[in-house]
C-alpha cells in the first residue's frame, strides 16, 4: 500500500526574538506515515505537539528539518520544501484541514462558506450549493440560518459549519483538529458516520481528538505524540 | 478564485529582478526579486518608509530603477522588459491590461465628473464608442461594486469615502486588467466600511482571477486578500512565503514584532 503521508524525522523549534530570542523546542523526530483509507490519531497531552504537527503537515508551520512527503496528483511531493505555488496547488487539490475554529470572512452566508471549496475547484455555484446544503442538513444546521453569515452562531453551529466545510470536498488527505469538541451527542454521531464515509472513499486522515469514545470509534491506528516531545 | 488550468500555467506574469531605487545617499528599496504568476495575489507589508511604495512604483513603471529589471507578459504571450516600452505602449498598458488602486480616490478619479463618466472614460480610451453600449456597462459595474445606479450622473465629489473608493475599483475593473497593483486600497477608511470594501474586493479578485500586487501595513488585509507575502523593513525583503505561514510562525525579529502587535479581535 502506497503512503499518502510519509513524515521522517521532521522538527519544529520556534525562536521567540521578542523574549529575548528563546528556543522553545515544539516536537523533533517526527516519523509516521498514514495510508489511503485510514484514519491515524495523534495521542498525547496538552502541549505535546499534536496541533503543531498537523499544521506542519498543512504547511501552515514551516519544518526546520525533516521530510513530509505528500503523495499529490500521483507523485510525491516534499511539503517541508516545497514552494509557496506548489503548497497551495496541494491544499486545492490533495489536503483539507477543519482547524478547531472558524475563520469566519465577513458577509459571506453560510452556505457559500461551505460550498467554496468547490467552486474554487470549477463546479458550478448551484450544483455547489446543493452539496452544501445536504452536508449542512446532515449537522442540523437549520435551513433558516443558510443565508446568514456564521459570525453570529453559536460556537457548535459554528463548528458544525467548519466541518462541513472541510468534509465537502473530494480531496485525499483530511487533517482533523478536535472537530467534536464542542458537539453534542447526535452531532458527533454525524461526525463519526462522516469519518467513516471517508475511509471508504479511500481517504487519508490525521485526526486530534480527545474523546475517548470518538476517537476509539474512528482511530484505525494511534500514534502517540510523547516520543516526538522535544525536550525543554 | 484560480482555476486550474492557470495553476498549470507555469509561466510568470511580471517579474521583478534585483530592483534597486536611491533618492541620493537613501537606499529606498535594494535588491529586491520575485515572480507574480496569473491569479496570484501578493502582499507587501512592512511600516511606513520602508520602501514598499517605492517598490510598488517602480513595479507599475512610474519611476525608474537604479538598478534592476521589471519584465511583464503582455496579452501577446511574449515577456517585455518595462524599460524598453515605448511611452505609448506603457499608456496603453495601463489604460487596459493594469489597474491601480490609489489609497486616495481622488488621485484615481476624476472628481468633478459623473461617475457614469469616471469608469466610462477607461472604456472609450480602448476604442468603445457607442454611448449606450459604455453607459450599460458602467451602471453593471456600478452594481457590481454596489453603488445604487441611480447615483450615476452625480460626481464622485457627492460620494462618500467608501463609496469613492469602490467607484475606484470599479473604474480600474471595467477594461478587465489582469494585473491591479493597490496602494494601501483600505486605509483612511472607518473599519464597517473598510471590511466591506476587503470582502467585495477578495469576491471580485477570485471571480475575475486578477493578479494583485497590493501595499499595505495592516496585516489583516494581507490576511484576507493574499496568498503570498513579502515582508520588508529598510528597503530590503526581510521574509517571504504563504501568507498563512509568515502570519502564523514568523522568523524574523520583525515580522515577529509586527504580528505580535496586532491587536485580538
Known sequence: ?232 | MVDQATLDNDEPLLVAKSLSKSFGRIAACRDVSFSLYPGEVLAIVGESGSGKSTLLQMLSGQLTPSAGHVSYRMRDGVTRDLATLGEAERRFLFRTDWGFVHQDPAQGLRMAVSAGANVGERLMAVGWNHYGRIRDTASDWLTRVEIDTARIDDAPRTYSGGMRQRLQIARNLVTEPRLVFMDEPTGGLDVSVQARLLDLLRSLVAELNLAVIIVTHDLAVARLLSHRVMVMKGGRVIETGLTDQVLDDPREPYTQLLVSSILPP
Open chain 1, 1 to 232: 500500500m502506497t503512503a499518502m503521508i510519509d513524515i521522517t524525522d521532521a522538527g519544529k523549534t520556534f525562536t521567540m526574538h521578542l523574549q529575548g530570542g528563546i528556543e522553545l523546542p515544539v516536537v523533533r523526530g517526527v516519523t509516521f506515515h498514514v495510508n489511503a483509507s485510514e484514519c491515524v490519531v495523534l495521542s498525547g497531552p496538552s502541549g505535546a505537539g499534536k496541533s503543531s504537527i498537523l499544521k506542519m503537515i498543512f504547511g501552515n508551520y514551516r519544518c526546520d528539518n525533516g521530510r513530509i512527503g505528500i503523495r499529490h496528483r500521483g507523485a510525491v511531493v516534499d511539503l517541508a520544501t516545497a514552494e509557496p505555488r506548489q503548497v497551495l496547488n496541494i491544499r486545492r487539490s490533495t489536503i483539507g484541514y477543519v482547524s478547531q475554529f472558524l475563520r469566519a470572512v465577513p458577509r459571506v452566508a453560510t452556505i457559500d462558506v461551505v460550498a467554496e471549496p468547490l467552486i474554487v475547484n470549477g463546479m458550478a455555484r448551484a450544483d455547489a450549493q446543493a452539496r452544501a446544503g445536504e452536508l449542512l442538513h446532515r449537522l442540523n444546521i437549520p435551513e433558516r440560518l443558510w443565508q446568514l453569515p456564521p459570525a453570529t452562531f453559536s460556537g457548535g453551529e459554528q463548528q458544525r459549519v467548519n466541518i462541513a466545510r472541510g468534509f465537502i470536498s473530494d480531496l485525499p488527505i483530511l487533517l482533523l483538529d478536535e472537530p467534536t469538541a464542542s458537539l453534542d451527542a447526535a452531532n458527533r454521531a454525524v461526525v463519526v458516520e462522516l469519518v467513516a464515509e471517508k475511509k471508504r472513499q479511500g481517504v487519508a486522515m490525521v485526526a486530534i481528538v480527545h474523546d475517548d469514545e470518538i476517537r476509539h470509534l474512528i482511530a484505525d491506528r494511534i500514534v502517540d505524540v510523547t516520543s516526538f516531545a522535544a525536550a525543554a
